[in-house]
């Protein structure tokens, strides 16, 4: 069958859903190219939503993947606000949830990303509980961070990740006062551990913004609708007059789950079971972005990474795994964060417990530094802070497992290119 007679089909319209759409027609791909999307929103990227887009320092143009007349001159099919609610694996087809529209495919790729984790506690239905993952949540939290700021209001963020501090350092500048509460003992404790975490609350502290560590929100306390305080598990009361649910979020699956296919444990991430060619357990169907759970050689365990570098290299890894070539999807993990005059970029997975010792390279009082994650001489991770032009040699010295000299990593005059062996 040549390749003009074929159907691929991409369910999710994200920048791992585009930036496949994108791959096909390059790598020349002449068959119909169908892109499901159920936002009304063309494809964007999601980093700004919580960035420079929230602190109103990017226009709102600036988040799309590709203008809009991209997809109708390369020929993409894009469908707006559609949801697909059935795949037939034995029809290759899937099924339009508005109207029953059935779409023949001969490859499919699931992108359906992830969607927040929600607050289990009472109050959760009151207008100024809020989210971030979409454009829209953005649109509407700019506006509340801008009216805080105005009224001296503040803000209560459930979750000590990556959205809750960049949320927390954008309602700052606003000028609104916030509140983080946290259940472990330091902001990003499982991601960098106690040695880094530490550093970003005291950055957030120095700013005025105020931790609660070790409790959880327990209820929302509302009047007439309206948002009045956060109750958390210790017996306090916080006042607030929104809150920002942060605590995660989770991978679309029920279309696939509901499909028959493989399903990884929750224990690594949940998630579409993948191999490293971005294949499911059916040959037909591929999955990338948040929504993938592939075992990562490196690492030597099963990854689901959220970031938006898997999904930049995600999608296009897909796109030729579906045209038939062979690859290795093995990217090493990669993200990035800017809070307030702090820029940081990670390369690498090190959960706490899966290392021996953090190496700083730099002056960590200044916040100029890099962060080495080690284990048996091997670095594992690293962070870049407010240091640039290292992610190159810092994945180098991940990717060659080599053992290295902890003085030597430790010490800012020899070069990282030195250390890999």
């Known amino acids: ?57 990017e226009e709102r143009d600036s988040v799309f993947v590709h203008e809009p007349a991209w997809y109708a001159r390369n020929d993409i099919e894009l469908h707006l606000g559609q949801t697909v609610d059935a795949i037939d694996r034995t029809a290759k087809t899937v099924r339009f949830g508005d109207d029953g529209t059935l779409v023949h495919y001969d490859k499919l790729l699931i992108a359906t990303g992830a969607e927040p984790r929600r607050l289990d506690i009472p109050g959760t239905d009151l207008a100024g509980v809020h989210h971030l993952r979409r454009l829209a949540h953005a649109e509407r939290l700019k ?50 551990g106690p040695e880094l975490g530490s550093l970003f609350a005291d950055l957030h502290r120095e700013r005025g913004v105020r931790f609660q560590f070790g409790v959880r929100l327990t209820e929302i306390v509302g009047q007439d609708g309206m948002v009045l305080a956060a109750r958390t598990d210790d017996g306090e009361e916080h006042p607030a007059h929104d809150v920002l649910a942060a605590i995660g979020a989770a991978p679309r699956i029920a279309l696939a789950e509901a499909a028959g296919l493989e399903i990884a444990e929750r224990a690594h991430g949940g998630g579409i079971v993948v191999d490293q060619q971005l294949r499911t357990s059916d040959p037909d169907i591929h999955a ?98 407010n240091v640039w032009d290292v992610t190159e040699p810092v994945q180098q010295l991940i990717r060659s497992k080599t053992q290295v000299d902890t003085e030597a990593l430790a010490d800012p005059h020899v070069p990282l290119e030195n250390l890999v062996s």
């Open 288 to 385: 990338a972005g948040d929504v993938a759970s592939f075992h990562h050689a490196l690492f030597d365990t099963r990854l689901r990474v959220e970031h938006w570098a898997n999904a930049l290299g995600g999608g296009p890894a897909a796109a030729r795994a579906m045209l038939g070539r062979d690859l290795t999807y093995d990217r090493v993990p990669y993200f990035f964060s800017d809070q307030y005059d702090l820029g940081m970029e990670y390369s690498g997975w090190a959960p706490p417990g899966s290392y021996d010792e953090v190496v700083i390279r730099g002056d960590a009082g200044k916040r100029e530094f890099i962060a080495f994650w080690v284990k048996e001489r091997r670095v594992l991770a690293g962070m870049n802070v």
């Open 1 to 57: 069958m040549v390749d003009a007679d074929q159907t691929f089909v991409i369910v999710g319209g994200g920048l791992a859903g585009a930036k496949a759409a994108e791959t096909l027609r390059t790598e020349g791909f002449t068959g119909r190219v169908i892109l499901i999307c159920d936002e009304r929103d063309h494809p964007y990227e999601r980093p700004p939503l919580s960035k420079g887009y929230l602190l109103g320092k």
């Open 143 to 192: 506006g509340v961070l801008a009216a805080l700021g105005r009224d001296n209001g503040h803000l209560v963020i459930a979750g000590a990740g990556w959205i809750g501090l960049e949320v927390a350092a954008a309602a700052r500048e606003y000028g609104a006062e916030v509140t983080v509460v946290e259940p472990e003992p330091t902001p990003l404790h499982s991601v960098l």
